[in-house]
């Protein structure tokens, strides 16, 4: 099983511009969300669905939209990127029912805009 | 919101010596994870702790829950090098429409020197 996989790795935009970061799982999970990880805070979740067809805003959702049409994607989609939305990207999914909750990680995005 | 505070920030440790980090809360905690980023890396799951006062050991990884399920902490004895990283207490909700929500902490970064 290949797991989470985000694309691109790294990515440089200017302002302004719009782009899609990639999610997507083959573990049948229900469970998808994105995080922004800047230092010394941690990750801070942004978007995340609970299964397809239903999305909702986290902690940090300004400047982001998510869909969830299947299953196993869940892209991220940065409208009008801006210089704050420098960071790394995890693209995160896990079983959303009983206390098997385990969170697995995509390999990160990492994104700077200039 | 719910805040996971994370101390400390940084640890330096020589290699052998303990190492331990803390997670509190001003309100009762769902379930707790744990989980390490390698530098670089992306978080991975350690561990899940649900139920009052529970302990849990891996090889020379100590996880606690306290009492009142407000606070963890997880220690390492005798660090070595392949513990550097940083490591995050998470919360996760285990109910109602947040089902499965994590809400990392700050985390602690682990040095190890030689």
């Known amino acids: 099983n290949a797991g989470v996989t985000q694309t691109p790795k790294f990515q440089v935009l200017k302002t302004g511009q719009s782009m899609t970061l990639q999610c997507a799982q083959d573990m049948n999970h229900e469970y998808m969300s994105w995080y922004r990880q800047d230092p010394g805070m941690g990750l801070r979740l942004i978007h995340y669905s609970v299964g397809a067809g239903i999305t909702d805003q986290g902690e940090v959702p300004n400047g982001y939209n998510v869909s969830r049409s299947t299953t196993e994607d869940f892209p991220l989609r940065l409208l009008s990127a801006a210089p704050s939305q420098t960071s790394v990207y995890f693209c995160?999914?896990?079983?959303?029912?009983?206390?098997?909750?385990?969170?697995?990680f995509g390999q990160g995005t990492r994104l700077t805009v200039v | 919101g719910q805040q996971v505070m994370q101390i400390p920030q940084y640890q330096h440790v020589q290699e052998g010596e303990d190492f331990t980090t803390y997670c509190n809360s001003s309100?009762?905690?769902?379930?707790i994870q744990w989980y390490k980023q390698r530098p670089g890396g992306h978080p991975v799951f350690l561990i899940q702790l649900v139920k009052s006062g529970e302990v849990k050991k891996q090889k020379r990884l100590t996880f606690q829950f306290g009492e009142a399920k407000k606070n963890s902490s997880l220690h390492i004895t005798a660090t070595q090098t392949t513990d550097v990283g940083t490591y995050f207490c998470v919360e996760v909700r285990a109910g109602g429409t947040s089902y499965g929500k994590l809400t990392f902490g700050q985390g602690t970064i682990l040095t190890v020197h030689p």
């Open positions: 995160a999914s896990s079983y959303s029912i009983g206390a098997n909750t385990e969170a697995f």
């Open positions: 309100t009762t905690l769902s379930n």
